[in-house]
């Protein structure tokens, strides 16, 4: 369940995001990077392809951390590590990852004596 729910605070975060650069009329480039993000947005979303949608979610706010160099870099830091931690984590029981290759849980079993 905490898996879900990181993964949907983070895709619907990248969308208004993105969303929000694309309204303020940016340059092409801008353009694309700012798509590009509200796609990984929505595979995360959907827990589709997750280790990658997460790792472009992490150098996607990174590069817009870097290139535009806002006057609040938070947003920007907590939406890198929360796409690095989701890609590192994987989707979750609850996602199209899990229903198409299957979710491996990690069983640490007691320990040994």
Known sequence: MGLLLLRLVAAFATMVHGITKLG?????????????????????????????????????????????????????????????ALALLGPGAWSVDARLFGWKRIDLGSPRD
């Open 24 to 84: 303020a009329g940016s340059p092409l480039g801008a353009i694309v990077l700012q798509a590009t993000g509200i796609a990984a947005g929505i595979l995360l979303l959907a827990g589709l392809w997750t280790p990658v949608s997460g790792s472009l979610v992490a150098a996607l706010e990174l590069w817009d951390w870097f290139s535009t160099n806002p006057a609040d870099p938070l947003p920007n830091l907590l939406l890198a590590t929360i796409g690095a």
